[in-house]
Nanobody, 127 residues
Framework: VQLVESGGGLVQAGGSLRLSCAAS????????MGWFRQAPGKEREFVAV????????YYADSVKGRFTISRDNAKNTVYLQMNSLKPEDTAVYYC?????????????????????WGQGTQVTVSS
């Protein structure tokens, strides 16, 4: 499985970006997809996750109400719409996949549970 992120960039505080993560190499079905981010000197942290059906999503408290995760299984792509960006959102954003048929798993919030990762895309928010 290959995951390729895109859409990062430099934006002013209050602005928006839309990240995309395109998957290839195997069927997208059955895989929950998560977005994580990692700032310099910090651990990779959970941002958002979406169930393979697209009907269940969870968000970190720090992004709730500002970010929206979605997926298009026909295009094997997951998105992260980021609005009202803050300087503290600055990080490398990664998408990952984890096989899960259940509608909830506590492992979704742990980057160690993910099988595949993209190369990451840099998001920089200036104040």
């Amino acid at each position: 499985v290959q995951l390729v992120e895109s859409g990062g960039g430099l934006v002013q505080a209050g602005g928006s970006l839309r990240l995309s993560c395109a998957a290839s190499g195997r069927t997208f079905g059955g895989y929950s997809m998560g977005w994580f981010r990692q700032a310099p000197g910090k651990e990779r942290e959970f941002v958002a996750v979406i169930h393979w059906s697209g009907g269940v999503t969870y968000y970190a408290d720090s992004v709730k109400g500002r970010f929206t995760i979605s997926r298009d299984n026909a295009k094997n792509t997951v998105y992260l719409q980021m609005n009202s960006l803050k300087p503290e959102d600055t990080a490398v954003y990664y998408c990952g996949s984890t096989y899960s048929r259940s509608t909830y798993s506590s492992s979704w919030f742990d980057h160690r549970a993910y099988d595949y990762w993209g190369q990451g895309t840099q998001v920089t928010v200036s104040s």
